[in-house]
């Protein structure tokens, strides 16, 4: 849509280094006004508006690494392509100069060069090695980068391009094929236009870190998990940003596939080269891996990042993917746990996530804190029915043992039926949504105190089989009590069962006060209701008609 008022503008697109670039031009005199699929316009430092026509958008993808958009030049005989991108596909495509069809698109870039007789000669390699130069400075600054550049052409070239990147086009619906293949001969159609390419500048955005990222890494380095950063950046820009946010604490060391040696309790950078090597189900570099304390990868594209995650994941790992972009999409779908932090990135990352976060400092606060109260409280609570299960039936199972084996049963059959639904339900229920082993505070100033959880202390065979000798010793010990008070005197039946019944009941109470760590007024309340309901329960329903069985 067309803005008149410049001073109203108000910008948006799809990625903050788009809106850095826009609002850094606004800056320098040159004003968006207006957009749309097949136009712009632009309003310069002499008060002029000036209206382009956009003929196409070749939009960024994995393979070519930049995107590209056709205008219409000066005359309407001349195409100009504009691309931006990784200086790794940009500064390799250079090529040969194109011939100059428009003077006055050229000439602003141009007034330094000396004028060649020979258009078709080979660029001056000094103008390669001054931009890649450089965008490395800005990379070891921390900036993220991309290269500008620019090939005019004639209208009828154009057009014969736009042909063929409408047949490849119709191909694809006709046979309804999207899959690698079709994108990469839609990569190949695009790279016949962009390339050869004459680069005529380099941007450098600067990508600031969020509040307390350091603070989160940190806990969580402390708290022992292995911490990776995939990123698309040049090598210099993530080594600056993964020492600014806390990554590494010492020199890096760089990872070799062809080594044998181990990196434990090391920080290690790997090269993008050796990525797809070590994704290999058979690869073993993995393993060299196990025990480093955090690892960078660079130049990575959307689908290594996923690969790297599914690897990890077959070496038996937990993974949590951490992301905010679109970029970041495959990687938080192939992790077991995918959390999205929103912000200027967009929302895809967000809508792809289980978990949504507004920043990232939030995440060692989830993960070391909501984590560890949420793996403590289902490893009690599963503990618990287990206990409880096991100790009903071995009650069961004793009883029979001075009964003749008859599968006669002295507690109340509806009472048995609804033990485990409802008189014992709610109060596992309350525990394992309050229950705090550890206070909050202790967690988020101790991160070492997650490590338990994580090595799965909690929860193991070890406990499972002391939980399961517990709730038999306990159910010998309720009918024992009772066998024994009762032995060698008349009582009913009933009155047997009700004794079993509420010692039982006392026992499993009591066992799961002893394991509640964080002991509230709700949870006295729902206990102080279970004895109340379940004494209600004996004393209504004795007051029934029924047969008594007197017995010794």
Known sequence: SHISSCSDLLYEGESPDELALVRGARRLGFHLTGRSNNSATFVGPDEMTTKLEVLCTLPFDTVRKRMSVCIVGDNEDEVIVYSK????????VSGKRVKRVSESALRAIEEEEEEEDDDDRPMKHSRDDIIRSKVDEYARMGLRTLVMGMRVMRRSEFDEWLKLKTMVRLNQKITHRNDEESERMMSEVAERIETPTRVIGVTAVEDKLQEGVERSITALREAKIQVW????????????????????KDTPVHFESESKDQYHGLDVVIAPDQITDMCLPHSTALDRLDGCCSVLCYRLTPGQKAEIVKAVKRRGGVVAAIGDGA?????????????????????QASMAADFVLAQFSFVSRLILLHGHWNYARIAHVMLYFFYKNIQNVMISFFIQTSNGWTCGFPINMIYSMTYPVIFTSVQPVIFGVLDQDCLEKELLSDPSLYEPGRDGKMYNLKMFLGNIADAIWQAAVCYSTVYCITYDSPHTLQYFGFCVAMLMFTANMLHLIMETKYFNVIMLTIHLSGFALTFSFFLVYDLLPGEELLVS
């Open 85 to 92: 991108g990784a200086d790794s596909s940009m500064l390799g």
């Open 327 to 347: 970029n970041d999409v495959p990687m938080i779908q192939a992790a077991h746990v995918g959390i999205g932090i929103s912000g200027n990135e967009g929302s």
């Open 229 to 248: 950063v995939l990123t698309g950046d040049k090598k210099e820009t993530a080594e600056g940003v993964a020492t600014a946010c806390g990554l590494f």
